[in-house]
């Protein structure tokens, strides 16, 4: 079956730390995957999509970046987070151009 | 580009009674459309989906929404609600074209459900 995994669940940082969160997909290949992030009262926001290795595509500015090293991998970063990098940051994939989204467990992050 | 709004920030209903919480969506042609469910501190899960055909599409957990075009609308019901239906609830489009593939969602309606 398809699984998703994404972690840290929780992670608390600094301003101007760097950040690292990791998405991974098991049983299925070429997935599309997925970065948004869920910030209170705004709903979730796309922030990176991706339909292959090194093939991504950013949705707003801002100060992450998404990298996909390799096909069922998926890593958002930041060189130094900000305040307002704060938020609950979930994974996803699907197969194919249309259909159902399947959802990480998300990473909630606090940056002090 | 496409986009969702759910003009419905909070809604809270006893437990027994229906539901509809709405959705209307922007978009030139007729988009994919759905429905996911949250809850507290975890990722999202699929209630319905809407690609083409019957307008009225059934979902997990006895919900329906209603695809009415005039309207740009997607709502969400449920005749008979029941407590551990409080959660938040997620109205999201995906554009056809170039944009297919990309789910956009609006800000969510926050259920409540009295006993």
């Known amino acids: 079956s398809q699984t998703i995994h994404q972690w840290p669940a929780t992670l608390v940082q600094p301003v101007g730390s760097p950040l690292s969160l990791e998405c991974t997909v098991e049983?299925?290949?070429?997935?599309?995957l997925y970065w948004y992030r869920q910030a209170a009262g705004r709903g979730l926001q796309l922030l990176f999509y991706?339909?292959?290795?090194?093939?991504i595509s950013s949705e707003v500015p801002q100060n992450l970046s998404a990298s996909r090293p390799q096909d069922r991998q998926f890593i958002l970063s930041s060189k130094k987070l900000l305040l307002s990098d704060s938020g609950f940051y979930l994974c996803?994939?699907?197969?194919?151009?249309?259909?159902?989204?399947?959802f990480g467990e998300g990473s909630r992050l606090t940056v002090l | 580009a496409q986009s969702v709004t759910q003009p419905d920030i909070h809604i809270t209903v006893s437990e027994g009674a229906s539901l509809e919480l709405r959705c209307n969506y922007s978009y030139g042609a007729t988009p994919y459309l759905f429905w996911y469910v949250q809850s507290p501190g975890q990722g999202l899960q699929l209630l319905l989906k809407?690609?083409?055909?019957?307008?009225l599409v059934q979902g997990i957990k006895g919900f329906e929404a209603e695809f009415k075009r005039s309207q740009s609308s997607f709502n969400l019901r449920k005749p008979s609600v029941h407590w551990s239906d409080a959660a938040e609830y997620f109205c999201?489009?995906?554009?056809?074209?170039?944009?297919?593939?990309?789910?956009?969602f609006g800000r969510g309606t926050q259920l409540t459900v009295w006993p």
């Open positions: 049983g299925t290949s070429n997935p599309n």
């Open positions: 809407y690609f083409s055909g019957d307008t």
């Open positions: 996803a994939f699907n197969r194919g151009g249309t259909g159902e989204l399947f």
């Open positions: 991706s339909i292959g290795i090194d093939q």
């Open positions: 999201a489009v995906e554009g056809r074209g170039s944009t297919l593939g990309r789910l956009y």
